[in-house]
């Protein structure tokens, strides 16, 4: 396989030369950071005076962490480093609850952040010949014009069709021949099922590629999504914290998302010791951000569970991949003392041929027990009336559940199409039960 580079240089540098950038760029950032009301305080607390503190990589350990917390006490200027005149662009988190966080651009940081996205896209295969449908959120969320700009950058056809309206969607496919598409992977799932339905043929669109994230997926999502949309599905990870997409991003051997260390120092802690895990190890991502000037963010914690990959990639880029981020330390759920991630559910789940597009977990409390109840849609395919297949394949996904979360679930077949649909990031977890219970 030929791979193809946006930035060969810098995507291939040799590591010294990649640890030599991140310390200087580090340096940078540690001098723009002091300009903050927030890092002014924090930084001089620990004892730090300027970019001559530090001498080497290890130095970075001495930043204290940056929290969520901290970013919504700083609401809204208090991680402000330059001039609000200089500004050109905020967006928010897409966070639902408490004070949003708010990061902002100079023009500077626009252009660079659009430079990582396009590396991305690139790094996929994609070229100015492909036609680009961007089906995911524009506005407050990163996911829209971060795409939609690294998308042109590479000088494709973007369409910026947003999130929804599935049957628009199609018809925009077809009208201008769409060969790539940006969407959260619980979107590309009901796009597929919507284009069973509505009768659409496959076979009359051109689409190539799909880019897939903004929330966790399983292995066995991207292949049904590959499988049914015959389609190459690249993960791509970001958070607005750290500009929004282009953060880190699978290339086309597929294996792994190349985090782009000329941009952003990646660290992998045990998230309650908070001390550095061991190589390949799994634990929580914190991340630097080393490409903004206007709101520069250090050692934050990204609450995302992941491990470094310890082999380099055949592409021959020398940043290091993250593995398949499956949880974050927030999403897991303890019933009746067990602790179990969503995504446990989702693997188990996706993995049976029988099982449809889109799935739900609930949660109540019972008298003094937790009752986890999985409702998931079944193909199209699937009569719903023949009741005795139907009884067989929810006790094998009851079963199968079981042995793998430890836990016994009750388990809810739906016709396809009939749980609520996400345009966005999906809403997979309902839990109903009493706060402080
Ligand atoms: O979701 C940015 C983005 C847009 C990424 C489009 C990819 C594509 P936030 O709304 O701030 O930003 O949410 C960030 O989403 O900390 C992860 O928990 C989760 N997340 C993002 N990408 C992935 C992925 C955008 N590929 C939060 N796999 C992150 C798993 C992901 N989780």
């Known amino acids: 396989m030929t791979f193809q580079y946006w930035n060969k240089k810098m995507e291939t540098l040799p590591r010294p030369e990649l640890e030599a950038w991140q310390l200087e760029k580090l340096r940078e950032t540690v001098k723009q950071a002091l300009r903050a009301p927030f890092y002014r305080k924090r930084l001089t607390e620990a004892g730090i005076r300027g970019p001559e503190d530090f001498k080497t990589p290890g130095d970075l350990g001495r930043i204290p962490f940056t929290t969520k917390q901290d970013l919504r006490e700083g609401f809204p200027y208090g991680f402000l480093a330059v001039p609000r005149e200089e500004v050109v662009r905020l967006h928010a988190s897409s966070g639902t609850t408490g004070t949003p966080t708010t990061i902002y651009f100079n023009a500077g940081d626009l252009k660079r952040w659009t430079g990582f996205v396009a590396r991305c896209i690139y790094g996929t295969g994609c070229t100015r010949a492909d036609v680009f449908q961007n089906m995911i959120t524009y506005g407050l969320f990163t996911g829209g014009l971060g795409f939609h700009a690294g998308g042109e950058e590479v000088g494709m056809l973007v369409i910026p069709s947003g999130a929804g309206n599935t049957t628009r969607q199609f018809h925009l496919m077809r009208d201008f021949g769409t060969t790539v598409v940006h969407?959260?992977?619980?979107?590309?799932?009901?796009?597929?099922?919507?284009?069973?339905?509505?009768?659409?043929?496959?076979?009359?669109?051109?689409?190539?590629?799909?880019?897939?994230?903004?929330?966790?997926?399983?292995?066995?999502?991207?292949?049904?999504?590959?499988?049914?949309?015959?389609?190459?599905?690249?993960?791509?990870?970001?958070?607005?914290?750290?500009?929004?997409?282009?953060?880190?991003?699978?290339?086309?051997?597929?294996?792994?998302?190349?985090?782009?260390?000329?941009?952003?120092?990646?660290?992998?802690?045990?998230?309650?010791?908070?001390?550095?895990?061991?190589?390949?190890?799994?634990?929580?991502?914190?991340?630097?951000?080393?490409?903004?000037?206007?709101?520069?963010?250090?050692?934050?914690?990204?609450?995302d569970l992941t491990a470094f990959y310890t082999e380099p990639c055949p592409c021959g880029r020398t940043h290091r991949r993250l593995c398949r981020i499956k949880g974050r330390t927030d999403d897991m759920l303890i019933i009746n003392g067990v602790n179990i991630f969503p995504s446990q559910i989702e693997e188990v789940i996706m993995a049976m041929g029988e099982v449809g597009n889109n799935y739900l977990i609930e949660i109540e409390k019972e008298g003094e027990l937790d009752r986890l109840t999985v409702k998931t849609e079944v193909t199209p395919e699937t009569f719903m009336d023949d009741t005795r297949p139907l009884n067989a394949?929810?006790?094998?996904?009851?079963?199968?559940?079981?042995?793998?979360?430890?836990?016994?679930?009750?388990?809810?077949?739906?016709?396809?199409?009939?749980?609520?649909?996400?345009?966005?990031?999906?809403?997979?977890?309902?839990?109903?039960?009493?706060?402080?219970?």
């Open 183 to 303: 969407a959260t992977p619980s979107f590309l799932l009901h796009v597929e099922a919507k284009m069973r339905e509505e009768g659409v043929n496959r076979e009359h669109l051109k689409l190539k590629r799909a880019f897939a994230g903004a929330e966790p997926y399983s292995e066995d999502t991207r292949r049904r999504i590959e499988d049914l949309l015959k389609i190459d599905v690249y993960n791509s990870y970001g958070l607005s914290e750290m500009n929004g997409p282009g953060v880190a991003f699978e290339c086309q051997h597929k294996d792994g998302l190349h985090l782009w260390e000329d941009g952003y120092i990646a660290e992998i802690i045990n998230p309650d010791t908070l001390e550095p895990v061991r190589d390949g190890e799994r634990g929580e991502l914190v991340l630097t951000v080393l490409c903004r000037e206007a709101d520069p963010i250090l050692r934050y914690r990204t609450r």
């Open 393 to 437: 394949l929810k006790e094998k996904i009851r079963h199968t559940l079981q042995a793998s979360i430890t836990c016994n679930p009750r388990v809810e077949l739906h016709e396809s199409g009939s749980l609520p649909a996400s345009e966005g990031k999906a809403v997979r977890v309902i839990d109903k039960r009493p706060r402080d219970g």
